[in-house]
């Protein structure tokens, strides 16, 4: 094995699992998540937050040298100054090495400073954990103050003279930018899978008030951290001894035990079995097969590991004696189903996966009493509506905190009781300096306000955005903001009558299993699943009558929906052009979006591709034929979210749609 130093970024894959470093050192071994965190640094604004960070020291140093050994040299010449402040200083202790966001020297005191962008309420989070018996520090921050604990420890060895005070600087979620345009004075642009932020000739640091990043000193969650035992499995449980024995094994180019536990189910060293090759190979399978003692030739999904929200301790347990396949694992071991008439419950929708597992053929399992008496509480005629939406780091817009809600766009199905479908309105606002949230809503108002109609979404994104919205409006008070408060009382319904809205995503959950779902009830899932199981579904858009007069659309003309690869329909997502231009970035947000097996999931339940591409629209500068080319996207993957919804309700409704209750 290569001998590497021990640095954060690995340290913290040892915390997660030190097998992982093995596979990160042999570069036949896929690794998904790097993907993931391209994407990531796009869509959550880290590189602009600390671009931000970088401001509030005018006189800081940045050791933007890209030599390893220049980082050093520079960052030890620059410290021997009685009083600094470096930007990326790079510290080695023999096989230990870090590079610090922001490094404040003050005579015999060094200030380490770890910039995330990641929101803090002050008064309300809390680091360490206020109940008993629990970890000392609460899990959401544990990433963060491990984090900062290891590149302490490292900066204690390496200057044993000087008083190391460790601090997290995050931004303060109850702070209003009053400046606008924030967010685009930090424009972010990539050369392949190179992240850079340029800051703006007339952007003033000091017209932040009150500042949203703030410095919170952690030196009591450090200690503490340093004090209690690291807790990984077969590993050293002293802090000091756990990071020897790490940097022992990566510097000696020796390797790490397997341990199999319920943790590998978002390994992201894994490759399908069906796509391997000697230069792709999956770390995961190879685990496994350690871990069996055979070879492993079933995808993760069909293991174990695929069981529907099945608890790690009931994972683990599994895994110390069954067989790894649900095809070779007897029901007997599945815990006893707890059934119900009114909705399927997670224990039932587990043997129904062990049962798909043994009958491919299997057919979709519908509580048919349950969601036929929802859908007869729902009003013609019915509107089907998705929303795309922000919650951006740093504020486009004055009067917006971090992370405060955006929403840019929508998309609206109607669906008569005679089968008539019209994607009726759409809306979209990426104007440059613009802020969307109040223009996009008054078109969803034009749109719903005065029909009649159930209103239809996929789980719970709609309803959050319109309360968001709705707390937006009673504190900016534009003229017709009750009017806009009524509207959305109207669809989130009050106290004194019921909304519009209804869940279908909920609804499928509760009331259907799809095969080939893994027991999801995502929209992504279900769709290329309905459409496999309804041939109604499959004949009925087989044919280019979508975007004609019969079926109107926005954005298609004379679609066809089902195309047939092998004798299985294309998911039609697959049938769309990607939205970027930019060939390495379009390539990565198509990995992440047909990614079965976990490494993107946060990219991808969060919307980041839209997120994305509206940062890219908020651009001045952007030229005039990729505007166009995200934009013109947007609408048609928005347009196929909404259609996406018409669909699984055709195919719970159409007459092959009527599959018997077991």
């Known amino acids: 094995m290569q001998p590497l130093t021990l640095t954060k970024s690995r340290f913290a894959m ?19 998540r790097a993907n993931d965190d391209f994407l990531t640094s796009l869509a959550e604004g880290g590189q602009q937050v600390g671009a931000l960070a970088r401001l509030l020291f005018p006189r800081g140093h940045l050791v933007a040298d890209l030599a390893e050994a220049d980082q050093l040299l520079r960052t030890a010449d620059l410290l021997k100054q009685p009083e600094v402040t470096i930007f990326e200083g790079t510290i080695r202790h023999e096989k230990l090495l870090v590079r610090c966001d922001v490094l404040e020297k003050r005579g015999n005191s060094l200030n380490l400073i770890e910039v995330k962008a990641k929101g803090f309420e002050p008064g309300v989070d809390y680091f360490r954990s206020r109940k008993p018996g629990s970890r000392p520090i609460m899990a959401a921050w544990e990433p963060y ?37 924030l967010n685009s004075m930090l424009p972010v642009s990539t050369v392949g899978r190179r992240v850079s932020v340029h800051v703006s000739a ?8 009150p500042p949203v990043l703030k410095s919170i000193n952690v030196q009591q969650e450090v200690d503490l951290i340093l004090r209690q035992p690291v807790g ?10 756990f ?10 180019g020796g390797t790490f035990p397997v341990n199999v536990t319920s943790t590998c189910k978002a390994c992201e060293f894994y490759v399908d079995p069906a796509d391997e090759t000697p230069t792709r190979r999956s770390g995961w399978g190879l685990c496994m097969e350690v871990h069996t003692a055979k070879p492993t030739k079933t995808a993760r999904r069909d293991t174990v590991f695929g069981l529907y929200r099945l608890g790690s301790a009931a994972v683990d347990r599994l895994l110390a004696s069954e067989p790894l396949a649900l095809a070779e694992l007897p029901e007997s071991v599945l815990a006893p189903q707890a059934v119900s008439h009114d909705a399927i419950t997670s224990d039932q929708r587990r043997h129904l996966q062990w049962a798909e597992a043994h009958d491919p053929s299997m057919e979709p399992f519908v ?16 509107h089907f509506i998705d929303f795309e939406t922000t919650r951006p780091a740093l504020p486009y817009h004055a009067g917006r905190t971090p992370y405060d809600q955006v929403l840019f766009q929508f998309s609206h199905h109607v669906l008569d009781r005679e089968g008539r479908l019209h994607h009726r309105t759409q809306a979209i606002e990426a104007t440059p300096g613009v802020a969307p949230s109040v223009p996009v809503l008054r078109a969803l108002h034009a749109a719903l306000g005065e029909t009649p109609g159930t209103v ?16 937006q409006i009673l504190e900016d008070k534009p003229a017709d903001q009750v009017a806009l408060c009524a509207f959305i009382d109207s669809l989130l319904g009050t106290d004194a009558a019921p909304g519009r809205l209804a869940d279908l995503g909920k609804l499928v959950s509760r009331t259907v299993f799809y095969p080939g779902t893994g027991g999801s009830s995502s929209i992504k899932k279900v769709l290329p699943a309905a459409l496999r199981h309804s041939a109604w579904l499959r004949g009925h858009y087989a044919s280019p009558v979508y975007g004609t007069a019969a079926m109107p659309s926005h954005n298609f003309k004379d679609w066809r929906w089902v195309i047939d690869r092998d004798g299985q329909p294309l998911d039609p997502y697959a049938l769309l052009a990607p939205l970027f231009a930019d060939p390495v970035l379009a390539g990565a947000v198509e990995r992440a979006e047909t990614d079965e097996d976990g490494a993107n999931g946060a990219f991808v339940a969060n919307g980041g591709a839209a997120i994305v591409a509206y940062d890219r629209l908020q651009r001045p500068d952007l030229a005039a034929s990729e505007r166009e080319q995200i934009q013109t996207q947007l609408l048609r993957y928005c347009e196929l979210d909404t259609l996406a919804m018409v669909m699984v309700y055709q195919s719970l409704t159409s007459p092959d749609g009527s599959h018997e209750p077991g």
């Open 14 to 32: 040892a915390l997660d699992c030190p097998r992982k470093l093995d596979y990160l050192r042999d570069d036949a071994f896929v690794n998904a």
């Open 145 to 181: 103050l491990y984090d900062v604990a290891f590149q302490t420890y490292v900066l204690r060895l390496a200057f044993p003279s000087l008083t190391i005070t460790p601090y997290l600087m995050l931004l303060d979620k109850t702070a209003v930018v009053t400046v606008p345009g």
């Open 202 to 209: 007339d952007f003033d640091i000091a017209r932040i008030q």
């Open 232 to 241: 990984v499995a077969g590993m050293p449980s002293d802090f000091g001894a």
């Open 243 to 252: 990071v020897a024995s790490v940097a022992g094994t990566l510097g000696g």
């Open 367 to 382: 509580l048919r009493a349950p969601l036929q008496a929802e859908l007869r509480g729902w009003h013609w005629p019915l």
């Open 456 to 471: 239809i979404h996929w789980w719970t994104h709609e309803r959050t955005v319109l309360s968001d919205i709705r707390r």
